[in-house]
């Protein structure tokens, strides 16, 4: 059952067609045809051979779906909740073996960091079933070509996501943590705020792992027609200083060691997703060759 995404670009295609005074034929090899014109108009074949649906369908199976997604996302945060002491012990391993002492400087500071962990946790437990739901309720109004291409951008998305939260958590937080605790050495003594360390961490995971979608960025954009891989690779230069930049704004510490650690990855995502977008440029050449 196709989605209003796919009648508005039924509807597109029908409009271009009268303009045209006729239906859209394909256009010859010298006559490059945009991206974006080729996606408010794909070709009839492309589009799936589905029945159209009301629009209070639509919204009927919207809210079922935003319903689902809510209610998974609020169990997930209900158990995390319940073994958030747990989880907290496990946020404090990157430290534990630093003699770093933890203090509750209010009364219940505690309590509002276990509240904020589990949500925290909760909701990315909770992300594959939201994007699922999410996925379940466009992929009708995409067309065939489009569908084979969301479930790689999904798993991929997810699996890079999970991926720069595992990297924060094992390689990044336990560099920038000791050496905070290595500087103070012999100065200070290391007592910390349970709330302001969740804090320091939780953000330092989270946008690790929101910069590691930058391969799935380059993929769609390639795929789109926007950019090609060889615009990629030529604004390396550019893409050494963007990634310092974004290193020194993603990660809560001023210490340029944390930066660094961050900037180096996001220089190695970026090469990788453009040699992704090369692949795929190259499959579409040796497809078209043989189509020819």
């Known amino acids: 059952m196709p989605s209003t995404l796919l009648q508005q670009r039924l509807t597109a295609l029908q409009a271009s067609e009268d303009d045209r005074g006729g239906p859209l034929v394909p256009l010859g090899d010298g006559e490059a045809r945009s991206s974006v014109d080729a996606w408010l108009n794909p070709p009839r074949e492309e589009l799936p051979d589905d029945f159209e649906m009301p629009i209070w369908d639509h919204l009927d199976e919207l809210r079922e779906r935003v319903l689902v997604g809510a209610l998974a996302a609020a169990a997930a945060v209900l158990t995390c909740f319940i073994f958030s002491k747990d989880l907290v012990v496990f946020l404090e391993a990157p430290v534990a073996e630093q003699g770093v002492r933890f203090l509750q400087l209010s009364p ?14 909760g909701i990315l437990i909770s992300v594959p079933t939201i994007l699922y739901e999410i996925a379940a309720y466009v992929v009708p109004g995409l067309t065939k070509s489009e569908r084979q291409f969301l479930a790689p951008v999904i798993l991929g998305s997810s699996v890079l996501f999970y991926l720069g939260l595992l990297f924060s958590y094992e390689v990044l937080t336990p560099a920038a943590l000791n050496f905070f605790v290595s500087y103070a050495d012999g100065a200070v003594e290391s007592l910390w705020s349970i709330d302001q360390y969740f804090e320091f961490v939780l953000v330092l995971m989270l946008s690790t792992g929101l910069s590691f979608q930058v391969p799935v960025i380059q993929v769609m954009l390639g795929q789109l027609g926007l950019v090609t891989s060889e615009m990629m690779f030529s604004q390396w230069r550019y893409v050494v200083v963007g990634a310092t930049v974004a290193a020194a704004v993603l990660t809560p510490s001023t210490d340029p060691f944390t ?34």
Do not use: D, H, W
């Not at 996001?266 to 060759?289: D, I, K, P």
């Open 108 to 121: 219940g500071e505690f309590f509002f960091t276990t509240l904020k962990v589990g949500g925290y946790a």
């Open 259 to 292: 930066q660094t650690l961050l900037a180096v990855p996001l220089v190695g995502l970026y090469m990788g997703g453009a040699s992704c977008v090369r692949l795929l440029e190259q499959r579409r050449e040796n497809q078209g060759g043989i189509g020819a």
